[in-house]
């Protein structure tokens, strides 16, 4: 299963044409302690570089992104009640959605970790 | 031609403790460290923390009659401000607006007045303009560093038995690991808690002698914002500006009888206008009902959907366990019990004012 990365710092499995989606530990740890998560409900359509939800730290709050174009078909449903889990194991168990693609070609416009890697120093 | 972020005292300390560092009003403090705001949020409320305030201006007033001169400029009793105490007080300008709130100490034979970063620039020359025969003069070779808490008498009075006599808004000359510092038993997180001024090259030293307590973790800008919403305390260029006045702002509590009956400070018209007659709009607490926090700026509406005022602060309260703000709305939709709805991304959600603070505050008097 192929991980892809995008400059807004998000990570991308694909499976068959659904992605899962989530923020890198980088970017949460750069955030802070999340507090509050607002997302998007199943069936939303993301149009690429679209605003799709919101993760407010402590500090802040900073908007994520759409990596790809897509149908939200899965939103991780857990964050709304334990949003400290976006810094526990945001590459893990605190995926934001399953999104089903609408162009697979957008991939090749992602990173790979050792992209990633390098853009994150 | 930009200034360079100044640095404090305590940046190398800073730095060793892996604190996070931004530009606060120019200068490079520490936002976090390591442990994360809510753990230092959390250290504060529960045990003690030390802040770093150094930023902060601390100016030496000397002269005859100094608090009696103060009071043309604000609207505090301090001409009776007795020695060895602080009162929290503010300049207002000749609208009844505030200018900037600060503390002054009556230090004996001079007083000692704590003013804002970002307005140290302004509050100086404001005092050396209108303070006549009033020698006015700013400390640069001394930090201010705040050690806050339930535990903070036992962490600053291991260290200087003095520290414990001292009551809520008292201060005294001490020692400390050798060197003399001026102890001031108040804050800015509703804690019990002191506000050092140490010198300069004593500064790192002394803060690692209150830091190798058990009980105390460093803590950051972010804690103390986070520990001052909750405590209900205002942060200037927030939640009080040159436009808005005193009782607009829930501050009557810090004018003095005599002045708020005699006046004689700028603004004082409006002011006692306001007093008499009340205020339009006023700040209150506000809690969200859900889980989103509403920051500064954002609109509060009736249930009807009239626009009552916007929020001055907001965050999410780590010992409330939920958001918290403070904003102005019209004063007669300010009574505690009242329902709004707060205009977050475009969407109405729903909150409810309340009593300040959100905790309760936890002084030594």
Same mark, same amino acid.
């Not at chain 2, 501050?251 to 005699?262: C, F, G, H, N």
């Not at chain 2, 309260?317 to 709805?341: F, I, L, R, S």
């Given at each position: 299963?192929?991980?892809?990365?995008?400059?807004?710092?998000?990570?991308?499995?694909?499976?068959?044409?659904?992605?899962?989606?989530?923020?890198?530990?980088?970017?949460?740890?750069?955030?802070?302690?999340?507090?509050?998560?607002?997302? +998007?409900?199943?069936?939303?359509?993301?149009?690429?570089?679209?605003?799709?939800?919101?993760?407010?730290?402590?500090?802040?709050?900073?908007?994520?992104?759409?990596?790809?174009? #897509?149908?939200?078909?899965?939103?991780?449903?857990?964050?709304?009640?334990?949003?400290?889990?976006?810094?526990?194991?945001?590459?893990?168990?605190?995926?934001?959605?399953?999104?089903?693609? $609408?162009?697979? $070609? =957008?991939?090749?416009?992602?990173?790979?970790?050792?992209?990633?890697?390098?853009?994150?120093? | 031609?930009?200034?360079?972020?100044?640095?404090?005292?305590?940046?190398?300390?800073?730095?060793?403790?892996?604190?996070?560092?931004?530009?606060?009003?120019?200068?490079?403090?520490?936002?976090?460290?390591?442990?994360?705001?809510?753990?230092?949020?959390?250290?504060?409320?529960?045990?003690?923390?030390?802040?770093?305030?150094?930023?902060?201006?601390?100016?030496?007033?000397?002269?005859?009659?100094?608090?009696?001169?103060?009071?043309?400029?604000?609207?505090?009793?301090?001409?009776?401000?007795?020695?060895?105490?602080?009162?929290?007080?503010?300049?207002?300008?000749?609208?009844?607006?505030?200018?900037?709130?600060?503390?002054?100490?009556?230090?004996?034979?001079?007083?000692?007045?704590?003013?804002?970063?970002?307005?140290?620039? =302004?509050?100086?020359?404001?005092?050396?303009?209108?303070?006549?025969?009033?020698?006015?003069?700013?400390?640069?070779?001394?930090?201010?560093?705040?050690?806050?808490?339930?535990?903070?008498?036992?962490?600053?009075?291991?260290?200087?038995?003095?520290?414990?006599?001292?009551?809520?808004?008292?201060?005294?000359?001490?020692?400390?690991? #050798?060197?003399?510092? +001026?102890?001031?038993?108040?804050?800015?997180?509703?804690?019990?808690?002191?506000?050092? $001024?140490?010198?300069?090259?004593?500064?790192?030293?002394?803060?690692?002698?209150?830091?190798?307590?058990?009980?105390?973790?460093?803590?950051?800008?972010?804690?103390?914002?986070?520990?001052?919403?909750?405590?209900?305390?205002?942060?200037?260029?927030?939640?009080?500006?040159?436009?808005?006045?005193?009782?607009?702002?829930?501050?009557?509590?810090?004018?003095?009888?005599?002045?708020?009956?005699?006046?004689?400070?700028?603004?004082?018209?409006?002011?006692?206008?306001?007093?008499?007659?009340?205020?339009?709009?006023?700040?209150?607490?506000?809690?969200?009902?859900?889980?989103?926090?509403? +920051? =500064?700026?954002?609109?509060?509406?009736?249930?009807?959907?009239?626009?009552?005022?916007?929020?001055? $602060?907001?965050?999410?309260?780590?010992?409330?366990?939920?958001?918290?703000?403070?904003?102005?709305?019209?004063?007669?939709?300010?009574?505690?019990?009242?329902?709004?709805?707060?205009?977050?991304?475009?969407?109405?959600?729903?909150?409810?004012?309340?009593?300040?603070?959100?905790?309760? =505050?936890?002084?030594?008097?």
């Amino acid at each position: 299963m192929a991980t892809y990365y995008s400059e807004d710092h998000e990570w991308i499995t694909v499976e068959g044409d659904v992605a899962t989606l989530g923020i890198t530990k980088h970017a949460a740890d750069q955030l802070g302690e999340v507090v509050f998560v607002e997302q +998007r409900e199943t069936g939303d359509e993301f149009e690429k570089g679209g605003e799709i939800g919101v993760i407010e730290s402590v500090k802040a709050a900073s908007e994520i992104y759409a990596p790809l174009d #897509g149908e939200v078909v899965e939103v991780n449903e857990t964050l709304a009640d334990n949003p400290g889990a976006l810094n526990e194991s945001p590459e893990g168990d605190a995926w934001i959605y399953k999104i089903k693609l $609408s162009d697979a $070609s =957008q991939l090749d416009d992602l990173m790979d970790l050792d992209g990633y890697k390098a853009l994150i120093g | 031609m930009t200034d360079a972020p100044k640095r404090t005292p305590l940046y190398d300390l800073h730095v060793e403790l892996g604190g996070k560092i931004v530009d606060f009003a120019g200068w490079e403090m520490p936002v976090q460290y390591p442990m994360g705001i809510m753990g230092e949020h959390k250290q504060c409320r529960e045990k003690a923390a030390l802040f770093d305030v150094s930023h902060m201006g601390q100016v030496i007033l000397r002269g005859d009659n100094v608090g009696e001169k103060l009071e043309s400029l604000c609207p505090q009793a301090f001409a009776t401000l007795k020695e060895g105490k602080a009162r929290y007080g503010f300049f207002t300008n000749d609208d009844g607006g505030i200018m900037d709130d600060l503390i002054v100490s009556n230090a004996g034979d001079h007083y000692f007045v704590v003013v804002n970063a970002a307005l140290r620039h =302004q509050d100086i020359p404001h005092m050396q303009a209108n303070l006549d025969g009033v020698e006015v003069t700013e400390i640069f070779d001394r930090a201010l560093v705040a050690v806050q808490g339930p535990k903070a008498e036992d962490v600053v009075g291991e260290l200087c038995p003095a520290a414990r006599e001292l009551k809520f808004m008292e201060t005294a000359l001490a020692d400390i690991g #050798g060197v003399e510092c +001026r102890i001031s038993r108040l804050g800015y997180t509703g804690e019990d808690g002191y506000e050092i $001024s140490i010198p300069e090259a004593d500064a790192i030293r002394v803060s690692k002698l209150f830091l190798a307590h058990d009980d105390c973790e460093p803590a950051g800008l972010g804690a103390r914002d986070s520990l001052r919403l909750e405590a209900g305390l205002c942060l200037y260029g927030n939640d009080i500006d040159q436009s808005t006045s005193p009782i607009e702002a829930s501050l009557s509590w810090a004018i003095q009888k005599r002045r708020k009956e005699d006046g004689g400070f700028p603004g004082a018209a409006r002011v006692q206008k306001e007093l008499a007659e009340g205020a339009a709009k006023k700040l209150v607490g506000i809690k969200p009902e859900g889980r989103a926090p509403a +920051r =500064q700026g954002v609109e509060i509406q009736s249930e009807s959907g009239d626009t009552l005022g916007a929020i001055t $602060s907001g965050s999410f309260g780590p010992t409330v366990g939920g958001p918290v703000a403070m904003g102005y709305v019209a004063a007669d939709h300010g009574a505690a019990g009242t329902k709004v709805n707060l205009i977050i991304r475009g969407k109405a959600q729903p909150a409810e004012i309340v009593a300040l603070p959100f905790v309760t =505050q936890n002084y030594k008097r």
